[in-house]
């Protein structure tokens, strides 16, 4: 049986100086969520569930509580959760009023006999299984509404500047079995148009899983990452033969090369071995050292650098 190993993020961007160690502290406790579950010997899904839902419910992060306000100063969230012992897989996208999109996502993906639900009919199933629905208030912190207004009153150059900044949530497992899965949370970019759907919830694209290869999960403009499928470069990466940290290294290169786009990744390949890149500003990580046993966490102004 394999050593679990377990890594996570809270998005990539250009992240406030006096909000670093909300991040570096809100990824640490979703890492210890998850670590649990696998020491226990539980599952890898279970895992990156139980760490992601932690961030959904922090609201220094882009998902669930704190999410970012769209254009009409709504709320929508997009979700995925994969299994890769049978690339089983669960989306939500551009649903409102859910606070752990990706319990909802897992549900999809178990009960449903469908991959993917959205907006209202992704509302309705929730409220058919028994999940608990929110309101938009109970979502919505004073720091999203301090930004909304201020996009509503100035020029259009500075709404996108308002609008930078990714704190897209995310975790990849492998459990003692040798199973490995990916997940991950947004509210999405902030002041989007209603009804927009990022690479988050998208197959390959905000996240990817398969026992074959290795997990992924990933952060930054969506627009872009879609296009190159970033979470699934970086696994076909590893299956060529390049470990965690070499492929999340090529994923975020490709993405540079092909449609200069800003992201970040976190990786786990077959060995349990994990790694991440980022060409943003900043990006939040956590994950447990191989040597030391300690978990490690990262924010810092360039690349990231993990010792194999």
Not at 67 to 75: A, P, Q, R, W
Not at 129 to 156: D, H, N, W
Request: glycine share 12%; net charge negative; aromatic share 4%.
């Amino acid at each position: 049986m394999l050593i679990p190993s377990l890594i996570v993020h809270g998005g990539a961007g250009d992240m406030p100086i006096a909000e670093h160690a909300d991040y570096l502290a809100g990824c640490r406790v979703a890492f210890e969520a998850g670590w649990r579950l696998l020491e226990r010997g539980e599952s890898a899904l279970n895992a990156v569930e139980a760490a992601v839902r932690s961030m959904e419910d922090n609201p220094i992060f882009d998902a669930g509580v704190g999410s970012v306000l769209n254009s009409e100063g709504e709320i929508e969230l997009d979700a995925m959760i994969m299994d890769g012992a049978q690339l089983d897989l669960g989306a939500v996208a551009a649903v409102r009023g859910i606070a752990n999109p990706i319990t909802l996502a897992r549900r999809i993906m178990e009960d449903s006999g469908h991959n993917m639900l959205v907006g209202s009919g992704a509302r309705q199933y929730a409220a058919r299984i028994g999940m608990r629905l929110c309101s938009q208030a109970e979502l919505t912190v004073p720091r999203e509404v301090a930004r909304f207004r201020e996009y509503q009153k100035t020029t259009v150059k500075k709404q996108q500047q308002l609008a930078d900044g990714h704190d897209t949530v995310g975790a990849v497992a492998i459990d003692r079995f040798g199973n490995i899965a990916a997940a991950t949370s947004t509210g999405g970019m902030a002041f989007k148009l209603p009804g927009r759907v990022g690479d988050s919830p998208l197959v390959g694209s905000g996240a990817y899983a398969d026992n074959l290869t290795g997990g992924a999960s990933a952060t930054g403009h969506g627009e872009f990452i879609m296009r190159v499928l970033l979470s699934k470069t970086a696994t076909d990466a590893v299956g060529s033969g390049m470990t965690a940290q070499e492929a999340a290294e090529h994923a975020i290169a490709v993405l540079k090369r092909r449609v200069n786009g800003k992201a970040g990744i976190i990786v786990v390949d077959q060995q349990g071995r994990v790694g991440f890149a980022h060409n943003t500003p900043h990006m939040a990580v956590a994950w447990r050292s191989p040597i030391s046993g300690e978990v490690q966490v990262y924010l810092q102004p360039d690349a990231a650098q993990i010792q194999e």
